[in-house]
């Protein structure tokens, strides 16, 4: 063979042989990268959470505490994280729309991670030469605030890239938005549209408009320095006309409808305390901490349904507040308020102070000690009772009748000597110092006379029945009203009044005048006893508690329990209705009548014109109005009437509207 030829042979066999080699060694350095990449995963992966943890994850809510209707939330408990999960259906359509334009116009096409974003962001980047724009996808957002932390690192940025692809893997895009929307902060503690939409605007996300929906996607970029309440809102509001003119340009909106959303003037809501019927909400809030924990409370997601009908407590703070003002000339200045519904117990509006949200005053002042107005304390709850004056006077008549007496027994309102009380005679006077001789039981608790009352004190103690009472001078029959103070308070306490634990020598007979300290609350409460003839039911504040399920957890079903016989209460119902018989005092027309209503009605005023009461039932609606200070000092001298009447009567005869129109039956034996 020829040289040549050989040679050639050779080469050629060589050339043959040298191919193969590159492959193997392509194949070689491919299977390297591969290999190495899935070490990578399996190394960046083996310690991360699995996507199914999200559910758990997302499921930390706050608490709500809602009015009756369940519309109008009152308050909400939570942690670090303000929180209300809502489902895609809830949410408007361009709100989702609103956030994919803003966040990841190419969601519904990419595997988790956008490669063209993600060279996008690196070009800005290079070309600002700072590392600003992340180029993330919703599902990455996603995984970095639920389980990552925020630090810009290439080990982070692997372990986000790893957990997108297998959230995106494993879940629908509907499902990874639905959980994004419930997740993303939106600053201000808010956390998932829900809270967001409640926090900035006061309305369920199911009712913000687009402009308003432009505004929350708007903060996700920034929600601290894009806040509405920072320096800053000018920029969240043309962050808010970009995202609308994107979503046009998308195709999400006509160019009309962008320019329409842009002229939308936005209403945020006032930054301030999230707190509506703060003294009735503080109380439910003690009460759910109690039992269920506060911990529990801010992540639970719970729903509390509360007995607050909102429109009578928005009616009851005005009319307090108002009422306050005006009694300043007269030295009080402080005011509470409740209404009860007597047939179901059920709290309608509470108003512990004139203003919650007001300061403490005189300046300076010691709360506790010496203010005259502290605006925290729940005068209507407070530990420390006010003394009712003769507001107290119906449950010492009622346990008379409870006894076989009626309003027809005679008593004599003359000066008289009730005996030796605290190491002196005790020989008060009525608040006009004049006496009328002879007058019923009727006569002497409509007027509020003051002697014949303490005298139906002594008919409670005796054991037997006495009629036509003349004694003028009870020297020697301590006693007796010692008796007569045991079963009256045993009678209040079978009502609901909780506060009369004192020695009986230490009350005495001025107990009959309001001596002992009760809480508004209960005194309301009790009156509902008269109103339903003998029915306790005790003062309810929460209808039914829900959990994030929906389930019922907690139901109020407080049962009825008969304290007095229908005869008793219907007697007490009919004096107190009675606008004749307590004409000589206050006159036909006075603040006490209702000319379309029948009302019962009683005053109080203490002897050292330290406390104002007036508490007036009708069979629906039970409400009493204390006026006073905090301090305790003494009010210009005005009877309760006067005082707390007027707040009564300008909220009685609106919030009468709302109930039917019932009178109260008549005793079944006969009347004066």
């Known amino acids: 063979m020829p040289k040549r030829k050989r040679y050639l042979k050779i080469y050629q066999k060589n050339k043959k042989g040298r191919v193969p080699l590159f492959l193997k060694l392509l194949g070689f350095c491919f299977l390297f990268l591969v290999f190495g990449l899935l070490f990578l995963f399996i190394y960046y992966a083996k310690d991360l959470p699995r996507p199914e943890k999200f559910t758990e994850r997302i499921s930390i809510q706050s608490t709500k505490i809602f009015d009756e209707t369940g519309k109008v939330l009152l308050y909400e408990m939570y942690g670090e994280e303000k929180r209300t999960l809502v489902s895609l259906k809830e949410m408007p359509d361009y709100l989702e729309k609103a956030v994919i334009a803003a966040e990841d116009s190419n969601f519904y096409h990419h595997w988790g991670i956008d490669f063209k974003g993600i060279m996008r962001s690196v070009l800005i980047n290079l070309k600002i030469m700072k590392p600003v724009y992340g180029g993330s996808t919703i599902p990455q957002q996603l995984i970095r605030t639920t389980f990552l932390n925020l630090e810009k690192t290439a080990q982070r940025k692997i372990r986000e890239i790893i957990l997108a692809l297998e959230l995106d893997r494993r879940y629908s895009k509907d499902q990874i938005l639905e959980w994004y929307l419930n997740q993303v902060p939106f600053g201000s503690n808010a956390y998932g549209v829900e809270a967001a939409s409640q926090t900035y605007f006061r309305k369920p996300v199911s009712e913000i408009s687009l402009a308003e929906a432009a505004t929350l996607a708007s903060l996700i970029r920034a929600p601290s320095y894009l806040s509405p309440y920072g320096p800053n809102k000018n920029e969240l509001l043309a962050r808010k006309d970009y995202i609308l003119d994107r979503m046009a340009e998308i195709g999400y909106l006509t160019r009309e409808e962008a320019e329409r959303a842009k002229k939308e003037r936005l209403e945020f809501v006032e930054r301030k305390i999230p707190i509506l019927a703060p003294h009735f909400v503080m109380e439910v809030k003690n009460y759910l901490i109690q039992k269920y924990g506060e911990d529990f409370l801010q992540k639970k997601g719970l729903k509390v349904y509360t007995t607050l009908d909102w429109e009578l407590q928005q009616l009851a703070e005005k009319v307090v507040k108002e009422g306050a003002e005006r009694n300043k000339k007269y ?342």
């Open 331 to 672: 030295q009080a200045h402080n005011a509470s308020l409740v209404a009860i519904c007597p047939k179901t117990g059920q709290i309608l509006a509470l108003v512990g102070s004139k203003d919650w949200f007001g300061k403490p005053y005189p300046e300076g002042c010691t709360p506790g000690a010496n203010c005259l107005f502290e605006p925290k304390v729940n005068v209507a709850t407070y530990k420390i009772g006010r003394q009712p004056g003769s507001a107290f006077k119906p449950f010492v008549y009622v346990t008379a009748f409870e006894k076989g007496y009626d309003d027809k027994e005679i008593l004599i309102d003359e000066e008289t000597n009730f005996g030796i009380w605290g190491g002196k005679e005790y020989i008060p006077q009525n608040y006009d110092e004049r006496f009328r001789g002879k007058v019923s039981l009727r006569e002497a608790l409509a007027q509020s006379l003051n002697i014949p009352s303490i005298k139906v004190l002594y008919l409670v103690g005796s054991e037997e029945k006495i009629e036509n009472l003349t004694l003028n001078n009870f020297v020697g029959k301590e006693k007796i009203f010692l008796k007569g103070l045991e079963e009256s308070i045993e009678k209040a306490k079978e009502m609901g009044i909780t506060t009369l634990n004192a020695p009986l020598s230490f009350y005495g007979p001025s107990l009959v005048l309001g001596g002992g300290e009760v809480k508004l609350l209960e005194m309301v409460s009790a009156y509902g006893v008269f109103a339903t003839e003998g029915l306790r039911i005790p003062p309810v504040f929460i209808l039914r508690i829900e959990d994030s399920h929906g389930n019922i957890i907690e139901e109020n079903k407080k049962t009825p329990k008969r304290v007095l016989s229908k005869n008793s209460a219907r007697l007490i119902n009919d004096i107190l209705s009675d606008n004749e018989a307590r004409a000589p005092l206050f006159g036909l027309r006075s603040l006490l009548y209702f000319e379309d209503y029948q009302v019962a009605v009683k005053t109080g005023t203490t002897q050292d014109y330290r406390d104002a009461w007036t508490i007036g039932y009708t069979p629906s609606l039970s409400v009493g109005v204390w006026v006073g200070n905090n301090d305790n000092s003494p009010l210009v001298k005005k009877i309760g009437v006067m005082l707390a009447g007027p707040i009564w009567r300008k909220f009685m005869e609106k919030a009468l509207l709302k109930f039917p129109k019932e009178n109260f039956n008549k005793p079944e034996f006969s009347l004066l």
